[in-house]
């Protein structure tokens, strides 16, 4: 029996280490994701800064990623940066592929 639950404690704790890795790369994805909308806007160094902390925030209204586009292509339209959906949907794909390279990179 101790065989079964050190497996299923293992199990437990790589299901674990798994759900902090993805939060932190999505966290991370967010943020570049800001930073690449804030340069596009033309924000100083620390109007970059807040934006991409509030692109971060912004994924914690709701599941997915909806919330993080409309919030990104809406400020990116308010500031008169022609982009469009597809634009950053693609910025967050790149993104992502850069926030677990880094992430992969720290590890």
Do not use: C, P
Request: proline share 0%; aromatic share 6%.
């Amino acid at each position: 029996m101790t065989s079964f639950n050190d497996r299923e404690r293992a199990e437990e704790a790589k299901f674990a280490r798994d759900e902090e890795s993805h939060f932190r790369i999505i966290a991370r994805r967010n943020r570049l994701l800001g930073e690449w909308a804030a340069e596009r806007m033309g924000l100083s160094a620390a109007e970059t800064e807040a934006y991409a902390k509030s692109v971060v925030q912004a994924d914690f209204e709701e599941s997915g990623d909806e919330d993080v586009i409309r919030k990104v292509l809406g400020d990116l339209v308010g500031a008169g940066v022609d982009s469009s959906d597809a634009e950053v949907r693609a910025a967050l794909e790149a993104k992502l592929v850069e926030a677990r390279r880094a992430l992969l990179g720290e590890v």
